[in-house]
């Protein structure tokens, strides 16, 4: 069984920052790709960036430049990501997700464990 459990969520002002962390634990695979994804109310779940145990990563284009994934590849447990420069439209329910394989796929099937998510609402 694997857990998921997102923490650093928030209310922040635009033009802000914000850091967000993953932990994992049960029995997972240290070599799996992670990821961030989100939803907005009322809209469909979207990648925000993923990261393989290798670093490689990927970031959705409204994203790009203004937040950064990484991983502690001392602790594969562990996975964050700040988020700077937020913008209103960046308000969502921040989801952390395991894939299973060590490829920062961008496609939401690829990832097989999700957290229960933690919410980040930027004010104008």
């Known amino acids: 069984q694997v857990q998921l459990v997102e923490s650093g969520g928030g209310l922040v002002q635009a033009g802000g920052s914000l850091g967000l962390s993953c932990a994992a634990s049960?029995?997972?695979?240290?070599?799996?790709?992670m990821g961030w994804y989100r939803q907005a109310s009322g809209k469909e779940r979207e990648m925000v960036a993923s990261?393989?145990?290798?670093?490689?990563?990927?970031y959705a284009e409204s994203v790009k430049g203004r937040f950064t994934i990484s991983r502690d590849n001392a602790n594969k447990n562990m996975l964050y990501l700040r988020m700077d420069s937020l913008k209103p439209e960046d308000t969502a329910m921040y989801y952390c997700a395991l894939a299973l394989l060590n490829y920062p796929s961008p496609d939401i099937d690829s990832y097989k464990y999700w957290g229960q998510g933690t919410q980040v609402t930027v004010s104008s």
């Open positions: 049960g029995s997972i695979f240290m070599i799996n790709a």
């Open positions: 990261i393989s145990s290798r670093g490689r990563t990927y």
